[in-house]
Every structure is written in structure tokens, then in C-alpha cells.
């Protein structure tokens, strides 16, 4: 099992690295006048199994060839327009939906400048650093709810952690740095960035 969590670990640390570099070096950073990430040019440290990350154009990140954000959410959201997700007949906060839905307000809000558009993306990840669980220096983003795998598998007891929302919380805070220069957006990708370290992949990132 140590195996196992050892290579996703590795797995994950590319593909979060790639996320944080490749979102710091988009054109809005630029535009903001917001200063390259220092040393962001030397990610040769971070190879992993032949793979090295690459720098690409905005057009090329995740989620930002999906279709921009409606100005009317019509799916489940709370009064500050923070999206929820309900399941057995209770409402829980989703990191993924969540991220995922930041990710497309943001992309919006570079699209037409409109401020309902970041206020809604800045909502999304505000929320997460406000649930965050902090362990060895880095910050975690629970799920509350009991979640059923594949037959025969044992239930994921809450509070869990997911991967896909520690990399996609973490291309969220790297691009609300880039597009607004707040230094809270470049300190949340950082520690979230540290979970990646070895040490630091354990039980709690795979309840």
C-alpha cells in the first residue's frame, strides 16, 4: 500500500506543479502587473518518471475551453453563490464542484470583465480555505459525507480527502494570483502545494 501512495503521490506532484507553473505564467498575471513566480523558469527538481512540466498559453489550461459561466447559476448555490451539493437528502459543500465552478467564473470574469463573475469565483475559494484542515503544513479540503466506492469496497468515512480537489483548488488560487495580484490567492496555492511534499501524502489524504 505504501507503494501505491508513493507513486501517486509522484503522479499527483506533476500534475499539480504543472497546474500551479502553467496557470503563473498566463496573460492575466501580465496584464495585472503581477510578477512572474520566483524561479518559476527552473522545474527541473520536479521531474518525475521522464515527465518534466511544460509552459503553455491560457488557451491550453483545463477549463478553459468549457463554455463561460452563466450569469444566473441555475444548480444548487447558497445565498453568497457558493455551489453545494446534496446527497442522502442533505446539503454538503463539494471542493471539486466547487473548484471547478470558481475555474469557470474566473475564466469568465478575464472574458468580459464583469465583477459578478470574480466575485463568484473569489466566493468559491474563500469558502475552502475557510473549511481547510491544516496537518503538516499544508491544507486539506474535506468532504463531510460517508461516500460508498465500488462493490465490495469498504465505505469512505468522513471527513475525506480528494486529490482531484487539492489540484483543482489549487489551479484556482494560482489564477485568482495571476488575475488579481492578492498575495492570500499565491499564499493558499502555496500551502495547498504542500501536500505534495513526501511526508506528507498519508492517511489523511486517502480516508
Not at 25 to 43: F, I, M, Q, Y
Not at 44 to 65: E, H, M, T, V
Not at 138 to 144: D, K, T
Request: with cysteine; proline share 7%; net charge positive.
Amino acid at each position: 500500500m505504501g507503494t501505491q501512495f508513493s507513486h501517486m503521490r509522484n503522479t499527483l506532484l506533476a500534475l499539480a506543479l504543472t497546474m500551479g507553473v502553467v496557470a503563473s505564467t498566463a496573460g492575466p498575471a501580465e496584464a495585472a502587473g503581477v510578477p512572474a513566480l520566483s524561479g518559476a523558469s527552473d522545474v527541473s527538481g520536479y521531474a518525475r518518471d521522464g515527465f518534466r512540466p511544460q509552459f503553455i498559453p491560457d488557451a491550453g489550461l483545463p477549463y478553459n475551453d468549457s463554455p463561460l459561466a452563466p450569469r444566473v447559476d441555475p444548480n444548487l448555490h447558497d445565498e453568497h453563490g457558493v455551489r453545494l451539493f446534496q446527497y442522502n437528502g442533505q446539503t454538503y459543500d463539494h471542493p471539486v464542484a466547487q473548484a471547478q465552478w470558481g475555474l469557470s467564473n474566473l475564466r469568465t470574469y478575464l472574458a468580459n470583465r464583469d465583477r459578478l463573475f470574480l466575485d463568484r469565483a473569489v466566493a468559491q475559494a474563500q469558502r475552502n480555505i475557510d473549511r481547510r484542515v491544516e496537518s503538516r503544513s499544508a491544507w486539506w479540503y474535506p468532504y463531510e459525507f460517508d461516500f460508498p466506492r465500488c462493490a465490495q469496497m469498504p465505505m469512505i468515512r468522513a471527513p475525506w480527502f480528494s486529490a482531484m480537489a487539492q489540484g483543482q483548488l489549487l489551479s484556482l488560487f494560482v489564477r485568482l494570483w495571476a488575475a488579481t495580484g492578492e498575495q492570500k490567492w499565491r499564499q493558499a496555492a502555496d500551502r495547498t502545494f504542500g501536500w505534495t511534499r513526501p511526508g506528507t501524502c498519508g492517511s489523511r489524504s486517502t480516508r
